[in-house]
């Protein structure tokens, strides 16, 4: 952690503040918006660098991981250079930085500091999904009715039944903001139009309007009334995806609180309170209908919960992760395509097909892969289906395809070497006297257990916020033993 002695200056102890607040305001927005949780990153760092240049002590200390991270920095390099496609490939590493949120987090946090971490991302998550529930009751979009045969948005596939909810990234809730929204938008350039078809949603870039078609008094040619109330619940964000993970990872910091303050000391307030925020995390991850996820989120309860808990309060856990999954089964079928249940979707089947042609050409380039995002440049070109997917949806087959098989065999390193350190400090923990801190640990242990779960079908270590948030989570749980 940063120093904290007595004699230290005005300025290296602001700066310590500055630092810690950066963090606070990293975890408070993270389920919310990249961005804005991107500048308390940045905010942590300026306070981290003031601070070691006035004490001269970084606070960085070496972990178990360091080779392991070396490697896999080294190896992505090594891809991206040899990529078939170099500029996208090259321009894709400045997401290594996110690796900083590992360092960072050991050098500024401790136990105490950490839980405080741990408690307001737990508070930002629920607030989420309680806007989410807003959210659903209120509905998005319209509801397409009828489309003019003249209408511009013939050009992105429009059909009756669909629901526009953005129009070039701003939500719209009647035709009149449609047209509104058209009239204003740049005459003879790309909009973007967002849709939610059979619950899913879909961006579709390339609608053109002529300055002719934007005179006109209505130039969208649609009829529609209703908002749609069949959608994947996202929070303040349109990423379903990248919210259910997020979910999945602070329900399980919930639990393991909940599970920890139960085992020591029974069903105090903070048991109460910790139980309370998963089910309502719980609940968020079934409102995005993301089947996967809500799997995974089962496996890493159920592992903390059989690693915690004993008797009867084991058996009744097990029985309510049932009900959880009987919940979030009613919400894909109330919001997702016909059959998405029996996996039978369009969804599941484009996912198959693409999984399949993506293992037949890892072999083509095991070594460095084809570079990261190459694929968006080639995708039909190297027998993909479709236009809307462009990537794997799988983290195990993204990594061998993007950057070669050693570089998934790193990768695999890496998280069961996290995986197993957690394992052996939670038992450790729980002989010990500090229970919120056994029950983080915990939890980690659960969120990490479930995001791998999910990565097996979800490209999720490539989604940014996710990345961040894994890395944050391993410094959290790996604080330096003071």
Not at 87 to 109: D, E, G, P, Q, V
Not at 428 to 442: K, P, R
Request: charged share 15%; net charge positive.
């Amino acid at each position: 952690m940063l120093p904290t002695q007595t004699n230290e200056s005005g300025l290296a102890q602001l700066s310590q503040r500055v630092a810690l607040l950066g963090l606070l305001l990293y975890v408070a927005l993270a389920p919310h918006s990249v961005a804005a949780s991107t500048i308390g990153v940045a905010i942590a760092t300026v306070g981290w660098i003031v601070h070691s240049l006035t004490t001269g002590s970084t606070g960085l200390r070496r972990s178990k991981f360091d080779l392991i991270i070396l490697l896999s920095v080294l190896w992505t390099i090594a891809s991206s250079l040899v990529s078939t496609e170099p500029k996208i490939s090259i321009a894709k590493l400045t997401a290594l930085w996110c690796i900083l949120l590992f360092y960072l987090t050991r050098a500024i946090a401790t136990r105490k500091t950490g839980l405080l971490l741990v408690s307001v991302l737990i508070l930002s998550g629920a607030a989420g999904v309680f806007y989410s529930a807003f959210d659903l009751l209120r509905g998005r979009g319209v509801v397409v009715e009828s489309v003019a045969a003249t209408s511009p948005l013939k050009q992105v596939d429009i059909q009756p039944g669909d629901a526009i909810w953005r129009i070039a990234g701003t939500r719209i809730y009647s035709v009149a903001d449609i047209d509104r929204l058209l009239k204003s938008a740049p005459a003879n350039k790309p909009i973007t139009v967002s849709i939610i078809s059979q619950g899913e949603h879909v961006e579709r870039p390339g609608m053109i309007l002529t300055p002719d078609e934007q005179q006109s008094s209505s130039p969208s040619g649609l009829t529609g009334n209703n908002r749609t109330h069949h959608f994947r619940a996202s929070g303040w964000t349109r990423h379903y995806e990248t919210f259910s993970e997020l979910l999945q990872i602070i329900a399980q910091l919930a639990l393991g609180l909940a599970f920890a303050n139960l085992r020591n000391h029974g069903t105090n307030k903070i048991f109460k309170l910790a139980l309370l925020a998963a089910a309502i995390l719980g609940v968020g991850i079934a409102f995005t209908a993301m089947r996967t996820v809500l799997l995974a989120f089962v496996i890493g309860a159920s592992l903390i919960a059989w690693l915690s808990l004993r008797g009867i309060p084991k058996v009744v856990f097990t029985a309510a992760l049932f009900l959880v999954l009987g919940f979030g089964a009613v919400v894909v079928w109330q919001t997702r395509g016909n059959n998405a249940l029996a996996l039978g979707d369009p969804s599941s089947s484009l996912r198959a097909r693409v999984a399949q042609v993506g293992v037949s050409r890892i072999m083509l380039h095991p070594v460095f892969g084809h570079g990261m995002d190459a694929m968006h440049l080639h995708w039909n070109e190297w027998g993909f289906p479709g236009s809307d997917m462009l990537h794997l949806h799988s983290t195990p087959l993204q990594l061998a395809f993007d950057r070669g098989i050693p570089m998934l065999l790193i990768w695999l390193w890496l998280v069961f070497a996290f995986w197993w350190k957690i394992r052996k400090d939670t038992r450790v923990a729980s002989e010990l006297s500090d229970t919120n801190w056994y029950g983080v640990l915990l939890g980690g242990l659960g969120a990490l257990t479930g995001l791998l779960a999910s990565s097996v079908v979800n490209y999720n270590f490539g989604d940014s916020e996710v990345v961040m948030m894994f890395w944050w989570l391993m410094g959290i749980v790996n604080i330096y033993k003071e």
